[in-house]
């Protein structure tokens, strides 16, 4: 049997055989609002529970603002990055290029079991088309030889059909979870989750209403 990662979303793991793929490459997709950065965060809020390290890099945010956004649902992460069990990190864009070189130094500084990148999506914005492909690929393959399950959150253009700014960062990931907001949804549930693709997963393929609690993101029964 394949190992799981649960993936600290209420409601979510039995929708996934238990969580994500052990080792595998995750993308979390959605527009802007939908959650994605809360999702990464209690990932790796999550695992910290469960004694497993997690490294989130961002490439948006300074780690002070992302302790802000989630200070309200009681996850203080303070404590366990002086522990050396947690690296949150701002890597800023002049600095990409030292991005496969960072994520595998903080991995291994914590024997990471999770990772997080916020957002794939700035990463290829910044890199030229026909190099996209080559670059992501090669971070990828990079990313599957270290003993840590991934999440890259990656933005999805408002009101597109597709599943990621590029269109081919789906084919890389082993798995893509969607979040949706509807913003006249019919009965008032503006928000849920679907689960595109799961390699080796016999996942559930219903719209998931989720909601943003006080205790982060839950799929709602
Ligand atoms: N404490 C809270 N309670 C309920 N909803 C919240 C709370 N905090 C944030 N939200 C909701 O979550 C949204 C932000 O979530 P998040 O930052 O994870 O989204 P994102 O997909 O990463 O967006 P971005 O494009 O800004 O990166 C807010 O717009 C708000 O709707
Ligand atoms: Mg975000």
Redesign the pocket.
Known sequence: MTGRVSSGIPGLDELIEGGFVKNSINLVS??????????GLQYIWHGLQNGENGVYISL?QEPENIFD?VR??GWRFDQYIEEKKCIIEYLPSWKLEELPVVVTEKINEIKAKRFVL??LTLVASRLDKIAIRAEISEFLSQLKKSDVTSLL?S?IPEGTKTLSRFGIEEFLADSIVI?HYLEFAAGGVPRSLTIRKMRRTDHGTDIYPLS???NGLVIKK
């Open positions: 959605g527009a802007t609002g939908t959650g994605k950065s809360i999702f948006e956004d309200g649902f916020d957002t959150l933005e979040l943003i609690t006080k």
